[in-house]
Each structure stands twice: as structure tokens, then as C-alpha cells.
């Protein structure tokens, strides 16, 4: 068995993998969504914190499966340097008690694996990949090889979410907070524009968009700064709207070049089902067929690094104690190998 550690940002998660038949037999995470609410996003210091608390709460249940393990999984790289040193150092403290090797593991690879989570792997493979740090669409050829076809070059997905949601005084997090609010509302009501319309750049943009949704809120506040119901639904609608159409105007121009027949959607916000439904459609039209990650597993979970540590393990890809650290990642562009 594979033991996991996720901690790149606010979720706490431990999980235990069978090398063999991938069966997943134990994952638990704790979130710290409540505990960051009141700051409208996550603070890293006090996510580090709760890290410290939970992570050995966890690690607690799964000592009776300590004889069976054969590998140390943990997320390395990208995410909060405070954070992910929580897991790293919990991995390296039990490789060095247990004698077993570590898996440093790519948190967007990991998302990836999310897909096969108790399943064969799929490759190769078109995959959107929207969360609260990243928007990218990634051609996964192999284990090893991993192409960014277009990516974000201001906001993610995720991250627009959660600060319109703040915008709005809704919360944290934003992303299912915006579209429980936009069921109920008109997505025609507010003519917000559709990123990078009329440009022939493959990439995304949401900085625009959300300065747009920002005016708007203030045009739609009463004398007291107060929004409306009825408002609150309709810019929602509205914002999710102009957010799903550019998702889906960018992945066309990727579907009309790629002959790649299977895609997928992976990340937090992923588990958006209007989103979803969008790229339903596109799929159909292009005769794709569309894979989509169990809700439970869209967001930050060890189980995804647990299984993308199995396909790892095989290849005999470990990595030593001492260089075992917080990976500082540029900012990847198209063209870029994941």
C-alpha cells in the first residue's frame, strides 16, 4: 500500500492505496473552509496551523495499515509554501521511522489521476483543468509527457469565483456559494463580456470579466451598499454565463486542431454542473467522449495523490530524503511540458 499526504492549501487529507488492484481503503480530509470564510480566502499562516493540527489526527487512524506500506506519497509542488512544508515534513518523518520511499507528486498531475481514481488510466487524453490557483487545457500523452495547450494569464477560474462571491459579501468559497445563487437568477439579465472574444490568442483571461461584475455591483447597490436578492441571482447567473462561454470558445479552437478523442474536466471547479453540461454539448459536437472526476474528488484530496503515486511506484520514481523540498514553479506557459 501507497500512504498519501495533500496539504497545498486548505484541506488537510490522508489516504491509503493498494499498489495492486488500486483500491482506495482509507481516505479522510478535513476541510478548513469554515475557519477562512470570515476572511473571504485562505490565509496561509493559519492554514499552516490547522495543517499541524489535523494532519496528525488523521495520520493517527492509519497506523494499523503502517506493516503493509511500501511508498510515502506527498504534494510537493505547486501551492502554499507554508502549507505544503506540513505534508513534506510529515513524509520525511515517516520514511526515515518506516525505512520506505518517497513519491514527490505534482499537484496538477495529481488532479489529472483524480480521473482514475480506482480505475485504469486513460491516455492519451484532453484535459481542462480549472481549480482556485490554475485554468489549463493539457494534452496528456503518457505518464512522463504532459503538453499545456493554453492556460490563464492573469486569473483562474476558482479564483474569479471566489472574489466575485467576496465582491458580493457571499463567502467562502465562492465557486458553489455563486452557483447555487445563479439557479434562481437570469444569465441574460447583464451583458458581461465574454474574455478574448474576438482575439485568435488560445489562452484565458478572467481579470476583465471580474473588473466588469465589480461596476456592475456597484451600479446594483442600494443607498445603504446593499444588494438585492434578485441582483445577488443575476449577477451570478449572468457572471457564470460569460465564464462558461469562454471557456468553452477557447476549447473549441483546441477541438477543431486536436484528433484526441477523449477529454476531461478536472480541479475544484470542475464540480460545477453548469459547466459541465457546457462542455456536455461540445463534446457531442465534436464527437468526444466526456470524462468527469466524482464530485468528492474534485477538490484537493490525498486519493488523487495516492493514485497518481501507483502509476509512479511502478515506474520505480522516488525521490531522495534531502531533496524532497517545496518546488518554486515559474508560471507555466503554452507549449510548456507539465
Do not use: W
Request: with cysteine; charged share 25%; aromatic share 8%.
Amino acid at each position: 500500500m501507497i500512504l498519501s499526504i495533500e496539504s497545498s492549501c486548505d484541506d488537510s487529507s490522508i489516504a491509503i492505496t493498494k499498489i495492486d488492484t488500486r483500491e482506495l481503503i482509507y481516505h479522510r480530509k478535513i476541510s478548513q473552509e469554515e475557519e477562512h470564510s470570515k476572511y473571504g480566502g485562505v490565509v496561509p499562516e493559519l492554514a499552516s496551523r490547522l495543517h499541524a493540527i489535523a494532519l496528525p489526527e488523521i495520520l493517527e487512524e492509519t497506523k494499523v495499515y503502517f506493516p503493509e506500506l511500501k511508498a510515502i506519497a506527498v504534494t510537493n509542488q505547486p501551492g502554499l509554501g507554508v502549507t505544503l512544508l506540513e505534508g513534506i515534513s510529515m513524509a520525511k518523518t515517516l520514511s526515515t521511522f518506516l525505512n520506505i520511499p518517497l513519491i514527490a507528486v505534482h499537484h496538477l498531475k495529481a488532479h489529472i489521476y483524480s480521473l482514475f481514481i480506482e480505475k485504469d488510466s486513460i491516455t492519451p487524453l484532453l484535459v481542462l483543468l480549472i481549480s482556485g490557483g490554475h485554468t489549463q487545457i493539457i494534452k496528456v500523452l503518457s505518464f512522463n509527457k504532459m503538453e499545456i495547450l493554453a492556460t490563464t494569464i492573469d486569473d483562474s477560474v476558482g479564483e474569479s469565483f471566489d472574489k466575485v462571491a467576496k465582491m458580493m459579501g457571499l463567502g467562502y468559497p465562492g465557486g458553489i456559494i455563486i452557483e447555487n445563487f445563479a439557479k434562481y437568477g437570469d444569465d441574460n439579465k447583464f451583458d458581461f463580456p465574454v474574455p478574448l472574444r474576438n482575439s485568435p490568442l488560445i489562452a484565458f483571461s478572467l481579470s476583465g470579466l471580474k473588473n466588469a461584475v465589480r461596476l456592475q455591483i456597484e451600479k446594483c447597490k442600494d443607498s445603504n451598499g446593499n444588494l438585492s436578492k434578485e441582483d445577488i441571482n443575476n449577477i451570478s447567473a449572468s457572471f457564470q454565463k460569460a465564464i462558461k462561454l469562454h471557456l468553452l470558445q477557447k476549447s473549441r479552437k483546441i477541438f477543431e486542431k486536436e484528433s484526441i478523442k477523449d477529454f476531461a474536466i478536472v480541479g475544484g471547479a470542475s464540480a460545477n454542473l453548469y459547466i459541465r453540461d457546457g462542455y456536455k454539448d461540445l463534446c457531442k459536437k465534436y464527437d468526444k467522449e466526456i470524462h468527469s472526476v466524482e464530485l468528492k474528488y474534485c477538490s484537493d484530496n490525498s486519493a488523487m495523490v495516492g493514485r497518481y503515486a501507483i502509476d509512479a511506484y511502478l515506474r520505480n520514481q522516488f525521490i531522495k530524503i534531502e531533496d524532497l523540498n517545496i518546488m518554486a514553479t515559474k508560471k507555466k506557459q503554452n507549449g510548456d511540458l507539465l
